[in-house]
T-cell receptor
Framework: AQKITQTQPGMFVQEKEAVTLDCTYDTSDQSYGLFWYKQPSSGEMIFLIYQGSYDEQNATEGRYSLNFQKARKSANLVISASQLGDSAMYFCAMRGYYLMNTGFQKLVFGTGTRLLVSP | SQTIHQWPATLVQPVGSPLSLECTVEGTSNPNLYWYRQAAGRGLQLLFYSVGIGQISSEVPQNLSASRPQDRQFILSSKKLLLSDSGFYLC?????????????FGQGTRLTVV
């Protein structure tokens, strides 16, 4: 079974500093994808970044980068130069490979980390 | 472009009343569809997923059911709501067979059972 663990219920960072949000995962699949989403207080889920299990380089999207360590089964999100608008819940998620050749991939989420950026 | 619609945005229902939340997707065909529930300040719990019309899989036993009467329509229902059904419900879709594409979420429905 797939499992995502986010051990940091809350994180604080000062504006313009970098912050790392931790994510570890457990899966028996050889091929899988890892995602990070941001959820502001409005509730919408905003996709941030994706990392494939066979990608050799860490993914980057603007100020977001994913520190992928496959052997340790970790996929930490790094936000550089934090902004006040980064204050939100952040979720790590994993998608496994095909289920019975249906093309379906179950998307499982962690419990999230609440990030607060202070001026 | 693809869009996902979910309604209503908020709902207050008495215990024992029925529930129907609807989600529709535009601009794609044969999507994978998901229903998630998020308790206040918590993570997303996968409730149901569907790979095609009439094909529903349930992740957890509960008071809810789901149906997919059309390719791009996903409905979450209950015959009699419980207080514990309160929460934030999110519908999502993703492309079938595509590992590296994200899931797209609706705006969510905040359900309060009183």
């Amino acid at each position: 079974a797939q499992k995502i663990t986010q051990t940091q219920p809350g994180m604080f960072v000062q504006e313009k500093e970098a912050v790392t949000l931790d994510c570890t995962y457990d899966t028996s699949d050889q091929s899988y994808g890892l995602f990070w989403y941001k959820q502001p207080s409005s509730g919408e889920m905003i996709f941030l970044i994706y990392q494939g299990s066979y990608d050799e380089q860490n993914a980057t999207e603007g100020r977001y980068s994913l520190n992928f360590q496959k052997a340790r089964k970790s996929a930490n999100l790094v936000i550089s130069a934090s902004q006040l608008g980064d204050s939100a819940m952040y979720f790590c998620a994993m998608r496994g490979y095909y289920l019975m050749n249906t093309g379906f991939q179950k998307l499982v989420f962690g419990t999230g980390t609440r990030l607060l950026v202070s001026p | 472009s693809q869009t996902i619609h979910q309604w209503p945005a908020t709902l207050v229902q008495p215990v024992g009343s029925p529930l129907s939340l609807e989600c529709t997707v535009e601009g794609t065909s044969n999507p994978n569809l998901y229903w998630y529930r998020q308790a206040a300040g918590r993570g997303l719990q996968l409730l149901f997923y569907s790979v095609g019309i009439g094909q529903i899989s349930s992740e957890v036993p509960q008071n809810l059911s789901a149906s997919r009467p059309q390719d791009r329509q996903f409905i979450l229902s209950s015959k009699k709501l419980l207080l514990s059904d309160s929460g934030f419900y999110l519908c999502a879709w993703s492309q079938a067979g595509k590992m590296n594409t994200e899931a797209f979420f609706g705006q969510g429905t905040r359900l309060t059972v009183v």
